[in-house]
């Protein structure tokens, strides 16, 4: 028997939605793929439903790459209010406890420092963790009790841009991989004598890929062509700006392509952009504007981790 013949268009690139409230990240994934009939599509790090902004969704070959996406440094924009604390750390949870407490601005801006670098994180128990092949938030949602460990995260910012009025105060926050801002604001409302949950949250980006170039999925669904849909997708390479990136020549493209290790000339080793050769631990060979892999350098060897089947 003949190979069976996937269904769909074997497109690859990036697209950028700018999801809405109350909308799952699997569900616009998958309208996505159905929108722009393609073959393999997946996200590069999950949005909760109340939350807005940027969700990464990867077409074909991208989806070799999502995992360095996800790792991406993010922005936010997001709403604490105080007063209450919620089962889920946001507005769809129920109240479990409560505070008069209101802070103030000066009682903010003074913790703000104690939340920023390396800190330690207990996630939420409604989050996509697995504990004991489950996700976290089924077996919170069946009513058990889930023990996560704290963690080490990364907020490389975090700044309070408003108040408008004694119960919310709004920030913005650039966070590292594995970090939860719904834990941060629980943390946070904690540390200054009272409880408060994410009423409000907008991811603005992820690595390079910023809200402000992200299409709804209303609006995909109001375009009548897919040439149309087509130009809302980025080449690979656009997301991958989080990783170091160096230049090789045709032949030594080839070489990659075929999962064999490429040399990069001193020249183009000079030109490495984004780290020093000796801080390098991953590099995206570029050729024409065009992904060609992804690959560990040892010296000036390109060995091939992920090979991007993309022609020219």
Do not use: W
């Given at each position: 028997m003949g190979r069976r013949r996937k269904k769909g268009r074997p497109i690859s690139g990036w697209l950028i939605i700018d999801k809405a409230y109350d909308f799952g990240s699997t569900e616009a994934v998958s309208k996505a793929k159905w929108l722009f009939k393609a073959q393999k599509a997946g996200h590069a790090g999950t949005l909760d439903p109340l939350a807005t902004g940027v969700l990464p969704v990867a077409f074909g070959e991208a989806t070799k790459t999502s995992a360095y996406v996800m790792d991406a440094e993010k922005h936010y924009r997001f709403t604490a209010r105080w007063g209450e604390a919620r089962s889920t750390d946001d507005a769809e949870g129920d109240v479990i406890a409560t505070s008069d407490k209101r802070p103030s601005r000066t009682e903010i801006e003074a913790a703000l420092e104690k939340f920023t670098g390396e800190i330690e994180q207990t996630p939420p128990q409604f989050s996509a963790i697995k504990v004991g092949g489950e996700?976290?938030?089924?077996?919170?949602?069946?009513?058990?009790?889930?023990?996560?460990?704290?963690?080490?995260?990364?907020?490389?910012?975090?700044?309070?841009?408003?108040?408008?009025?004694?119960?919310?105060?709004?920030?913005?926050?650039?966070?590292?991989?594995?970090?939860?801002?719904?834990?941060?604001?629980?943390?946070?409302?904690?540390?200054?004598?009272?409880?408060?949950?994410?009423?409000?949250?907008?991811?603005?980006?992820?690595?390079?890929?910023?809200?402000?170039?992200?299409?709804?999925?209303?609006?995909?669904?109001?375009?009548?062509?897919?040439?149309?849909?087509?130009?809302?997708?980025?080449?690979?390479?656009?997301?991958?700006?989080?990783?170091?990136?160096?230049?090789?020549?045709?032949?030594?493209?080839?070489?990659?392509?075929?999962?064999?290790?490429?040399?990069?000339?001193?020249?183009?080793?000079?030109?490495?952009?984004?780290?020093?050769?000796?801080?390098?631990?991953?590099?995206?060979?570029?050729?024409?504007?065009?992904?060609?892999?992804?690959?560990?350098?040892?010296?000036?060897?390109?060995?091939?981790v992920r090979v991007l089947n993309i022609s020219d």
């Open positions: 996700r976290a938030y089924d077996m919170a949602r069946d009513g058990e009790t889930v023990k996560l460990e704290p963690r080490n995260v990364m907020i490389h910012d975090l700044r309070l841009i408003d108040m408008p009025s004694a119960d919310e105060a709004v920030f913005e926050a650039v966070t590292g991989k594995g970090a939860y801002v719904r834990a941060l604001v629980r943390d946070l409302a904690r540390a200054l004598g009272t409880e408060g949950y994410v009423s409000a949250l907008r991811r603005l980006a992820v690595g390079s890929l910023k809200a402000e170039d992200g299409v709804t999925l209303e609006a995909l669904e109001a375009m009548e062509s897919m040439e149309e849909r087509d130009a809302t997708l980025l080449p690979i390479v656009d997301a991958l700006d989080v990783m170091p990136q160096a230049t090789i020549d045709g032949p030594q493209a080839d070489r990659l392509r075929h999962g064999q290790p490429a040399v990069l000339s001193p020249a183009a080793a000079k030109g490495v952009r984004g780290a020093r050769i000796g801080e390098i631990d991953g590099v995206l060979a570029v050729l024409h504007d065009e992904a060609v892999a992804i690959c560990n350098l040892d010296g000036l060897k390109l060995k091939p």
